[in-house]
């Protein structure tokens, strides 16, 4: 059974920088995909930025394109997302998802497997 564990996330001031990392346990697959997704209150889950198995590949949603960066350490088997600049409509629950596959896309429906969710809150 995946099992995925978040660390990081919390309250900053509009412009500062976090970083969330998420650890993955139990896969059987030697390769897979794996993503970051985010929900503000009250909206569905959107997509911010995907990774495929051997880093080679990045996406990103169009509202974090050039402030944020994923990144991955296969020898630990985790996965980040560095996140500078940060603004007020960043704020939401951000969660890491992994795909058995080399690259899992943009859509939720391509991540079987979550993590537990981490709270983003940037405000003055």
């Known amino acids: 059974q995946v099992h995925l564990v978040q660390s990081g996330g919390g309250s900053v001031q509009p412009g500062e920088s976090l970083k969330l990392s998420c650890a993955a346990s139990?896969?059987?697959?030697?390769?897979?995909?794996m993503a970051w997704f985010r929900q503000a209150t009250a909206k569905e889950r959107e997509f911010v930025a995907a990774?495929?198995?051997?880093?080679?590949?990045?996406s990103f949603g169009d509202s974090v394109k050039g402030r944020f960066t994923i990144s991955r350490e296969d020898g630990k088997n985790t996965m980040y997302l560095q996140m500078n600049n940060l603004k007020a409509e960043d704020t939401g629950v951000y969660y890491c998802?992994?795909?058995?596959?080399?690259?899992?896309?943009?859509?939720?429906?391509?991540?079987?497997?979550w993590g537990q969710g981490t709270q983003v809150t940037v405000s003055s």
């Open positions: 998802a992994l795909d058995e596959s080399y690259y899992g896309g943009r859509s939720v429906d391509g991540y079987p497997y």
């Open positions: 139990g896969s059987t697959s030697s390769a897979y995909g």
């Open positions: 990774i495929n198995w051997n880093g080679g590949l990045t």
